[in-house]
């Protein structure tokens, strides 16, 4: 499997860090190292491994995804049957998709590619299809990390809105 590193030398990068965040890293002067790089993330591991090192910084990477889903737990809270009937009322999302041809799309002005949503008219049983007004929602979740999030408890309800107000998680507020 390619995971797209990019194999530098520690010191010879315009990227400085710090000697005290490296030293306990076990990365030395003249050391390579391979850098995965992707949008808003940056992992930096050492160029060559044993298996028993690569076991210990996929654990370590591991402890890190749970300690940042511990952030979204905290802005959206447990779900303790929050809607009274045993589920969460973020609807997860669905296998069986409606799909939309993109000629009917165009007709109505909506480019291709944007995201959808669906309005309910109950009176005459029928569901308005427009561009969405947010950008993600719990579509945008890959599988496995909604797994991960559905089995630590998260409020799923809580974490779309999350999601759909682009509310900041994670950091200093302002």
């Given at each position: 499997m390619n995971l797209d590193s990019m194999p530098v030398m520690v010191g010879q990068s315009k990227c400085n860090v710090p000697r005290a965040v490296l030293d306990p890293c076990g990365f030395k002067a003249r050391d390579t190292v391979?850098?995965?790089?992707?949008?808003?993330?940056?992992?930096?591991?050492?160029?060559?491994?044993t298996?028993?090192?690569?076991?210990?910084?996929?654990?370590?990477?591991?402890?890190l995804v749970l300690g940042l889903a511990e952030y979204l737990t905290d802005a959206?809270?447990?779900c303790d049957d929050c809607c009274g009937e045993g589920n969460c009322p973020g609807e997860l999302p669905a296998d069986g998709r409606i799909s939309i041809p993109a000629?009917?799309?165009?007709e109505a002005g909506?480019?291709?590619?944007?995201?959808?949503a669906g309005y309910p008219n109950e009176e005459d049983g029928t569901v308005?299809?427009?561009e969405a007004d947010y950008?993600?929602?719990?579509?945008?979740?890959?599988?496995?990390?909604?797994?991960?999030?559905?089995?630590?408890?998260?409020?799923?309800?809580?974490?779309?809105?999350?999601?759909?107000?682009?509310?900041?998680?994670?950091?200093?507020?302002?």
């Open positions: 391979d850098l995965y790089a992707r949008e808003g993330v940056l992992v930096m591991v050492k160029h060559r491994m298996a028993m090192e690569l076991v210990s910084v996929m654990d370590r990477l591991y402890q959206c809270g447990h000629d009917m799309l165009r909506i480019p291709a590619g944007v995201k959808l308005t299809v427009a950008a993600h929602d719990l579509t945008d979740v890959p599988e496995e990390i909604l797994d991960l999030l559905l089995d630590a408890g998260i409020c799923t309800g809580e974490l779309e809105e999350r999601l759909m107000m682009e509310d900041v998680v994670y950091g200093p507020e302002g």
